[in-house]
């Protein structure tokens, strides 16, 4: 079924059906562990221009894996993009960072987890 396809799929089928991988035909997904990929001077200077998810290099910037996820959680989610993180910290660094710039103002509940608190009380405060 195609990712088109998938998205007229109940909420439930979404959850559990992958395509098979195209590699090797694996009905299950395979899981890519490796931290390094080889790659070329080509390869390389796409990724230096933003392809991010053109190629493999390092396991911190992405693998299959990661991709397969992301594109998962895109149709789940019925959303445009998605980004996977190693951690809830990494998902709010990224999103505040992000969208934060030099005088905006964040109001933000006392009961927030407290490592939010600390970045936004202590960290963010330097780029005033």
Known sequence: VEFDKRSNLHFDSKAVYLPPDEASKSINPPLFMSSSFQYDADTYQRVVDGERKAVNIYGRCGNPTEYQFEEQMMLIESADACLATAS?????SVTLLGLLKA????????????????????RLTDYD
Do not use: F, N
């Open 88 to 92: 809830g910290m990494a998902a709010i």
């Open 103 to 122: 005088g905006d103002h964040i109001v933000c509940d006392w009961t927030t987890y407290s490592s939010t608190h600390e970045m936004l009380d202590h």
